[in-house]
């Protein structure tokens, strides 16, 4: 019987409300502060994950881990509809993050690609054409613009947009592929086998410009061959680089 009513006791004691004696000498309850966080005993600190007045947990959506796109380098236009990216460098990683985002909105239509790179990797720019390809096969428009300068791996991300636009004065550049070894010791078999990887990458990458613009893969091969190929904005809309100037 004891244990009962000192359960009972203890139970009451959890419901009992707090009192405390206000100036005029009347109990009133003690009200908790509705910007104290119950969980953490902080005030204003939690809001963010809490909901206000009752505190409970807010639900996560799925893509709350990743970075909303605003800034210098991503943002998103047009009422939601397009999400615009800056490429500076060849770095897949930061356009994989960016199609991320992109992949749990829906409502986005467009994705614009602003290219202002001296270019990079050519292993980072094909995964970049990749992602890019898998996306315009899921009915993504993307276009590439280009207004200051667009060269080497650049080039490559430029040419795949489903509408590229260059501004008159932008420059475009394309070249033959070229490695870099520092106190690199080899022997005659070994750069001839490097000759024969080289020209399958060359070939590849020649092969893929044909199919993005006016000239055929021999035509790319002659304009880089030993040398540099460079257009301005202007003049790409001849060779198939460019649909014009930025509307």
């Not at 990749?130 to 590439?144: C, N, P, V, Y």
């Not at 004065?169 to 001839?192: G, N, Q």
Request: proline share 4%; charged share 25%; net charge negative.
């Amino acid at each position: 019987m004891k244990r009962i009513l000192l359960t009972i006791i203890i139970s009451l004691a959890f419901i009992v409300p707090c009192y405390a004696v206000n100036g005029h000498g009347e109990e009133e309850a003690i009200q908790p502060e509705s910007s104290l966080c119950p969980k953490t005993k902080m005030k204003d600190s939690c809001k963010s994950c809490h909901a206000v007045p009752d505190w409970t947990i807010k639900e996560k959506t799925p893509e709350a881990n990743l970075r909303v796109p605003h800034g210098p380098d991503m943002e998103i236009r047009d009422e939601g509809k397009t999400a615009y990216l800056l490429i500076t460098e060849i770095e897949s990683y930061q356009v994989a993050t960016f199609f991320s985002y992109v992949r749990w909105h829906p409502e986005i239509e467009k994705c614009v690609f602003e290219i202002m790179s001296p270019g990079g990797s050519l292993f980072q720019a094909w995964r970049i054409v990749g992602l890019m390809e898998m996306w315009k096969a899921r009915g993504m428009k993307i276009e590439t613009i280009v207004h200051g300068m667009c060269m080497s791996a650049g080039f490559m991300i430029y040419v795949n947009g489903t509408e590229k636009y260059a501004s008159d004065t932008a420059e475009l550049m394309w070249h033959e592929l070229m490695t870099f070894a520092m106190f690199k010791i080899s022997r005659p078999s070994d750069t001839e086998d490097e000759a024969v990887i080289l020209r399958h990458l060359q070939d590849t990458a020649c092969q893929y410009l044909s199919e993005r613009s006016k000239l055929t893969k021999e035509e790319w091969h002659e304009k880089v061959y030993k040398k540099e190929f460079w257009c301005n904005g202007a003049e790409a809309v001849k060779y198939g680089l460019s649909d014009g100037a930025p509307k």
